[in-house]
């Protein structure tokens, strides 16, 4: 019989070797974690821009797994300013997801790690906690309080056994311990009913499985919400939801931040969701920001490559009778990735230079910026 | 709610029926015959006349057992609804009187067994969830198996070979010290009978937890893995705090619908670990009665079971409604 050669397969000797390392590797991060709970400065530092309320600095997370090491977010940078909305786009698996999850430090441990970079936190007087660093117990005095997040299936993230009043009551109760039982119930009230539920006493008493899935996304946004955070990580929120109750979710979050003046982290693959709301989006691949930029500069000027393509596979009402045409190939294997840019191989412009090195990002204009070898061809032909 | 448990009854008893009919041909066709065996017995004796084929025939006679099975069926089942099971032949004794002679060594060892196997099993199942793949999920694991594997008569030998003999810090087996017994004030009665009951209770704790166990880590692990798990952490919610109230209750559902379910089993006794060590419960008598051949004791056993078997399975479907909110029974 002769050997299998794909890359999917692993000695023993190979996955024990990975084993042990991931193991020494991940003992090591947790007991920096562990440590730093001791001394504050290790983990507080100051914003760049006092007008941010997060800044994502050069942040990397990987997944130490038993065949080797995925490297889901590889250095990404953006910032997310005070009452405004950045949406995060890319296809499944380009590490969306785990930058926001990276926000909250919600990784599943010890396998998953933020391992370099910074994500500021702006905790006022020009102060910043430094996320990555910091220790368990001050991520829980910051998650549900000043950082919140909704998931995308609201049909499972409501605890199935509990009151929706219990569980809304909970996050107040834990932040708030000075409110008494009175005002934590008419706060729950107020906010259920600030998320357009209309009977709101009787949801109060109900049980997750007697709501809708809308109903129910809406009680997690009131649950997210509940204590006023300064951002609220949106992931996916409306993809398990039929399209009606998408519209009106998202309506929903563009009016409760008006009314509470909360940034938003949106994640999605939706790009009609995105041009919508957003002021800044972040298109990314392989776990790189491919390119970041307003709305417009996204939809009108696209500089990357995978941009464009991904625009060109969209349906709109221009080009209702032409073909759509779809981005070749498939997406790569987060635990080989190439060595140049990520999305080389699905490049109809890949030049011999995408192959050999990363590209490096470059000012578009001052709030467009891609990372494509592409842009720098031009600007050297003087286009 | 009602309406359900009235079809559940009815059901219960249609198959309860049907139970019956199968032990009691099976009974029927055993080759233990307590009847042969008095037969030769008193065709032995000295100044016996009859020969044992007709002892047979008149036994068979005198006991009720000529009438072939079916019709031997409706007979004891028309007594037994009535709460008559007639007279045991081992023991020589009205059946009921019997049973109420012994059922409570049975109850107590059924009981101090099942508080053991919840508290140990529990929380061990849970710890070994939380440190999944770490080594007290191995060390768990590997204590469920080895202790799910292992033989009720070789723990009890092993158990009895340490404590009993080498130690002698416990009796071989009975549940009194024949001795001393009678002279000791009521209290020390009880403390002797209890003294008794370790290392059966030990014994039958150690081959049981494992699975118990097991089943804890996995129901935990699933739920450990929910959206709502990570919607609790997402809330700020302490790690404690996070296991112990969100995924705790959830896990509890499965586990109070089995142990909801075994708590019936109390009263069945333990048929080999009552053997072993000579505890004179329901179990060790219903062994006693089954290898001579008696009938009417096995029945009673035998249906006694049967119920609490069925009462079980109605209660872990009550309590599977009471525990999780989603279930609505109609």
């Known amino acids: 019989m002769s050997k299998k050669h794909d890359s999917d397969y692993i000695s023993a000797k190979k996955s024990r070797q990975i084993s042990r390392f991931n193991r020494k590797l991940t003992k090591k991060l947790e007991k920096e974690r562990n440590d730093a709970s001791k001394d504050p400065a290790l983990y507080t530092t100051t914003m760049k821009d006092p007008g941010n309320v997060v800044e994502f600095d050069n942040v990397c997370t990987y997944f130490f797994t038993d065949i080797g090491t995925v490297k889901a977010v590889d250095g990404v940078t953006f910032n997310v300013p005070k009452r405004a909305t950045v949406g995060v786009v890319g296809e499944s698996g380009c590490g969306k997801s785990v930058t926001s999850l990276s926000l909250m430090q919600l990784l599943q441990r010890p396998t998953g790690q933020t391992v370099g970079g910074e994500i500021r936190f702006n905790i006022g007087d020009g102060k910043a906690l430094n996320i990555v660093k910091a220790p368990t117990a001050k991520m829980q005095e910051i998650r549900g309080n000043r950082v919140s997040m909704i998931f995308q299936e609201p049909m499972t993230s409501l605890n199935p056994v509990f009151r929706i009043g219990q569980q809304v009551n909970e996050v107040l109760e834990l932040h708030h311990p000075e409110m008494s039982e009175e005002e934590v119930k008419a706060r729950t009230l107020e906010m259920l009913e600030l998320v357009g539920i209309a009977n709101k006493e009787g949801v109060y008493n109900m049980y997750p499985h007697e709501l809708s899935g809308g109903m129910r996304q809406r009680v997690m946004i009131a649950m997210a919400l509940a204590c006023e955070p300064d951002i609220l990580i949106a992931d996916e929120p409306t993809t398990a939801l039929d399209v009606t109750i998408q519209a009106q979710i998202l309506e929903l979050m563009q009016d409760l931040q008006k009314k509470l003046g909360m940034a938003i982290i949106i994640v999605t693959h939706d790009l009609g969701v995105i041009a919508s709301m957003c002021d800044e989006i972040i298109v990314m691949y392989g776990g790189r920001v491919c390119e970041r930029g307003t709305a417009d500069d996204i939809f009108y000027r696209p500089a990357h490559e995978y941009t464009k393509g991904l625009l060109r596979s969209i349906p709109s009402t221009q080009n209702m009778n032409e073909r759509l045409i779809p981005i070749g190939g498939t997406p790569i294997n987060m635990l080989d990735l190439p060595k140049g840019c990520a999305f080389c191989p699905r490049c109809d412009s890949a030049m011999k230079i995408c192959l050999r090195e990363q590209p490096v990002e470059m000012e578009i204009s001052d709030t467009h910026h891609a990372s494509c070898w592409m842009n720098v061809k031009n600007a050297k032909e003087g286009k | ?330």
């Not at chain 2, 065996?37 to 084929?53: D, E, I, V, Y």
């Not at chain 2, 029945?299 to 309590?319: K, R």
Request: a positive charge; one cysteine or more; hydrophobic letters at 50%.
């Open chain 2, 1 to 330: 709610m009602g309406k359900f448990i009235l079809k559940r009854f009815l059901w219960s008893i249609l198959i309860l029926f049907c139970v019956m009919l199968i032990v009691y041909t099976l009974m029927h066709c055993l080759p233990t015959n307590y009847i042969d065996t008095m037969a030769r017995q008193l065709a032995t004796r000295p100044g016996n006349t009859k020969s044992a084929t007709e002892w047979i025939a008149e036994l068979n006679a005198q006991y009720g057992m000529d009438k072939g099975i079916i019709p031997g069926f409706f007979t004891w089942l028309k007594s037994a609804v009535r709460g008559e099971f007639g007279n045991s032949w081992r023991w020589t004794l009205p059946v009921t009187q019997k049973f109420r002679d012994v059922i409570w060594y049975s109850f107590a060892l059924g009981v101090a067994t099942f508080i053991f196997q919840v508290a140990i099993a529990i929380p061990l199942g849970v710890l070994a969830a939380k440190r999944q793949y770490g080594i007290a999920d191995y060390s768990v694991t590997v204590i469920a198996m080895v202790c799910n594997s292992l033989p009720t008569f070789f723990v009890a030998s092993v158990l009895k070979m340490v404590f009993s003999v080498k130690l002698g810090w416990f009796d071989i087996g009975g549940i009194i010290s024949t001795r001393t017994h009678d002279a000791m004030s009521p209290f020390m009665q009880v403390m002797d009978m209890a003294q008794h009951l370790v290392l059966p209770t030990i014994t039958i704790v150690i081959v049981s937890i494992g699975s118990l166990m097991r089943y804890t880590r996995t129901n935990m692990l699933e739920v450990l893995n929910a959206d709502y798990i990570r919607t609790a952490r997402a809330k700020g919610l302490p790690e404690s705090k996070v296991i112990n109230k969100h995924a705790f209750r959830n896990t509890l559902i499965p586990l109070v619908t089995i142990l909801g379910g075994s708590l019936p089993g109390l009263f069945s006794g333990a048929l080999i670990t009552e053997q072993l060590y000579s505890i004179p419960g329901i179990g060790y008598t219903a062994y006693q009665s089954m290898i001579v051949g008696d009938i009417p004791f096995t029945m009673f056993y035998l249906s006694f079971i049967s119920i609490l078997t069925l009462l079980g399975n109605l209660i872990s479907d009550i309590l599977y409604g009471v525990v999780d909110p989603r279930v609505r029974l109609s």
